[in-house]
Every structure is written in structure tokens, then in C-alpha cells.
């Protein structure tokens, strides 16, 4: 059985707005992203889950605690998804790894060539990305899968900051979901991001191109989420995953 990380001992509150702005690097961000317990309705759900455990996992540590994103400082690309899963990187303490999304993602990220390895199984696995960043609007596990709009709202200076931190090198994003798309378009408004008008709406295979006050542009490439809904039903197949990948990855210019 896989490790997965031994929860340290939380740190003093955090206020999200204050600690993320001042967070000077991705890595003090994480740090910080990991001590908040500013949502009472998540923090409760994440440390019962963490408390219960699922059967299949009941010999492991969870990670329990708000899940910070994963990836190099540098990274070009972004993939933005919706919420750490319960039983998956709220055990982990890696955005989605340890649960089915997690595998068809993982698998392939590897296949286009952007993961050193086609399984992420736990946040100690050695794993890496290239070039490529991992997060989500929301950082604690919701019941449900359904954040409210206030958590979102609540959550989204950690993303906001995340951004800015990436900008310098940032080019392309795929965002996983109407739910991401919608609250990631409202980040980057505020953060100065000029969002085409009318607003660009999701699905698969949407493209938007954001530009900012100095002449940058990014690009937001919507693929359907990952979920177990999506690719047993066939919605999302591996094809449709790995084109959508492989052109944000040329995009981004991480392309051999």
C-alpha cells in the first residue's frame, strides 16, 4: 500500500485575502494555502472525512487539510479543475491524485508527454510535471462536490495569487469543467485579465484568448471534466483528453 502524507500540525488561522497577498513566491503560497480554515462548513466536512476514512483506505493518513497546487514555479500551462476530491487528494495532499479522474488525467498528461509517470498515487511518488501547473478554485473537499459560491468566493484570493505568481511565465490554461471556467473568468477580471465580450462559454474545445493592460495573452483552452460521469459515459474519452492536451501543450510552447 502507498504512503500518503502524515498531516503536520496546523498552523494559526488564516485569513485568505491577507495570506495569499503576502505570499512572495508559489512555494509560500502552498505553505500558506495549507493552514486555512476559513470556510467552518468545509473544514468540517474534510477533517470528518479525514477522521472516518473510506474501508479501502482505512490504513492510511490523510491528508485532510486544504490542498495547495501542484507543479513547477515556471510553469507555461495550467490546468484548472473544480475541487479536491474526498477520498482522493483530501487523502493525498495532491490535487487529483489517488482517485479514478486522477488516473484517466495522470495517464494522459504522461502520454502527451507532461508527466514523468502515467499514475499519481501519492503526493511522495516521486511524480513530476513539466512545465505544467495543477489547481483548483476551491482547496477543501466539499460534501458533494458542491462548493457554495461563498466558499468559492471566499477561496478564490489563494487562485488569484497563484496566477499572478505564474504570470511571468504562464501561456496557455485548461480549464476541466463549466465550474472552473466560470470561476476563473472571474479571477483573472480582477486581477486585470481584459475577459472578450460577451463572455466565453464553456465546453469542450472552447477557446479564449484574455489579454492584459502591458500587451500579454493567455489562453484558455475548456475541456470536459474528469470525472467518473464523464469518461465512463463516455463524454470525455482518452482521445478527446490527450488533443486537447496536446495542443496546450504546443500553445504553451512545450512541444518537442
Not at 513547477?72 to 479536491?84: E, I, K, M, T
Not at 493525498?92 to 498528461?109: C, I, N, P
Request: glycine share 12%; net charge neutral.
Amino acid at each position: 500500500m502507498n504512503e500518503t502524507h502524515s498531516r503536520a500540525p496546523e498552523p494559526g488561522p488564516v485569513e485568505p485575502g491577507t495570506s495569499a497577498g503576502e505570499a512572495s513566491t508559489l512555494a509560500e503560497l502552498d505553505e500558506a494555502v495549507t493552514g486555512c480554515r476559513a470556510c467552518p462548513r468545509l473544514v468540517s466536512w474534510r477533517e470528518r472525512v479525514a477522521e472516518e476514512k473510506r474501508a479501502a483506505f482505512r490504513g492510511q493518513e490523510y491528508w485532510g487539510r486544504p490542498v495547495p497546487g501542484f507543479g513547477p514555479s515556471d510553469a507555461s500551462l495550467a490546468l484548472v479543475g473544480l475541487a479536491p476530491a474526498a477520498h482522493g487528494a483530501n487523502r493525498t495532499g495532491r490535487m487529483f491524485t489517488g482517485d479514478r479522474s486522477g488516473e484517466v488525467l495522470y495517464r494522459a498528461l504522461f502520454d502527451v508527454g507532461l508527466a514523468s509517470a502515467p499514475h499519481s498515487e501519492s503526493a511522495d511518488d516521486g511524480l513530476r510535471l513539466y512545465g505544467t501547473r495543477i489547481t483548483a478554485p476551491v482547496r477543501c473537499a466539499p460534501p458533494a462536490n458542491k462548493p457554495t459560491p461563498g466558499e468559492r468566493d471566499t477561496c478564490s484570493p489563494w487562485l488569484a495569487r497563484e496566477f499572478e505568481l505564474l504570470r511571468p511565465t504562464l501561456r496557455v490554461v485548461v480549464v476541466l469543467g463549466g465550474y472552473g471556467w466560470q470561476a476563473l473568468l472571474a479571477v483573472l477580471a480582477a486581477s486585470g485579465w481584459r475577459v472578450p465580450r460577451p463572455k466565453p462559454k464553456f465546453g469542450h474545445g472552447a477557446r479564449a484568448t484574455l489579454r492584459d493592460a502591458a500587451g500579454g495573452e493567455l489562453l484558455l483552452l475548456g475541456c470536459y471534466h474528469v470525472s467518473q460521469q464523464n469518461t465512463f459515459t463516455g463524454r470525455l474519452t482518452p482521445e478527446m483528453l490527450r488533443a486537447v492536451l496536446t495542443e496546450a501543450k504546443d500553445s504553451a510552447g512545450l512541444g518537442e
